[in-house]
């Protein structure tokens, strides 16, 4: 991820408050963390906007046990503020076959199992 994304030292990462370690070590730069929704466990997307900082380089949204995070709201911010986005998907196996080859709205989609 580290290469994919071209980050520097000192650049940040948002991703949710609840996930497993493995998203923080895939993009070996500064995590920010966000809060998550009670209602899925995924990250708050209304809470994104405010941890962005001139050093955030990506959002990891991680769709949490099958449940797809707010992609609508989150593409929406990354786009107004220019940032990447790449998925956590190691959750979402079985919802990936019902995806296109590429997905329509991420850089980079990812898992690790
Ligand atoms: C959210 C999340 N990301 C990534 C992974 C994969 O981690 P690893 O490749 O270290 O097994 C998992 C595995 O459970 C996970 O739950």
Redesign the pocket.
């Known amino acids: 991820m580290l290469l994919l994304l071209d980050t520097q030292p000192g650049d940040e990462i948002i991703m949710p408050s609840y996930?497993?370690?493995?998203?923080a070590?895939?993009f070996v730069r500064v995590p920010v963390f966000v809060d998550i929704r009670e209602d899925t466990l995924n990250i708050d997307e209304r809470l994104i906007e405010v941890a962005i900082t001139p050093r955030t380089k990506a959002i990891a949204p991680?769709h949490?046990a099958g449940i797809s995070c707010d992609m609508d709201a989150i593409m929406s911010i990354t786009k107004r503020h220019h940032l990447k986005v790449v998925e956590?998907a190691?959750?979402v196996l079985c919802h990936l076959r019902a995806l296109p080859k590429k997905s329509p709205f991420n850089d980079l989609l990812f898992?690790?199992?």
């Open positions: 996930t497993f370690v493995s998203t070590n895939a991680v949490h956590d190691a959750q898992t690790m199992i």
